[in-house]
Nanobody
Framework: QVQLVESGGGSVQAGGSLRLSCAAS????????MAWFRQAPGKAREGVAA???????RYADSVKGRFTISRDNAQNILYLQMNTLKAEDTAMYYC?????????????????WGQGTQVTVSS
């Protein structure tokens, strides 16, 4: 079982930055793929970025060049640095984890989920 707790959300103006954190605990959490997803009101949850234990990462096209995913394996914390935020980035952001042989950005690729942290970007 893996437990995930997100933090760092808030309100920011367009063009601003935020850094989200996700503290992971439980068996296997350090070896798991981890990812950030987001869900805006009335929309499906979408994958934002994912990262392996070795640091290999992938991003959704909508955030490439603006967001950076990273992880501190010693502290077992996942980060999402979000720069040049846009109003369309407004959503609840979720941390997810699971062991898979590939690095998915689909919900089906993850078993463990946090409760989410809200990000609101005003234009």
């Amino acid at each position: 079982q893996v437990q995930l707790v997100e933090s760092g959300g808030g309100s920011v103006q367009a063009g601003g930055s935020l850094r989200l954190s996700c503290a992971a605990s439980g068996y296997g959490s350090r070896a798991a793929n981890m990812a950030w997803f987001r869900q805006a009101p009335g929309k499906a949850r979408e994958g934002v970025a994912a990262i392996r234990g070795d640091g290999t990462a992938r991003y959704a096209d909508s955030v490439k060049g603006r967001f950076t995913i990273s992880r501190d394996n010693a502290q077992n914390i996942l980060y999402l640095q979000m720069n040049t935020l846009k109003a369309e980035d407004t959503a609840m952001y979720y941390c997810a984890a699971y062991m898979m042989s590939y690095l998915p950005l689909e919900e089906s690729g993850y078993k463990y989920w946090g409760q989410g942290t809200q990000v609101t970007v005003s234009s």
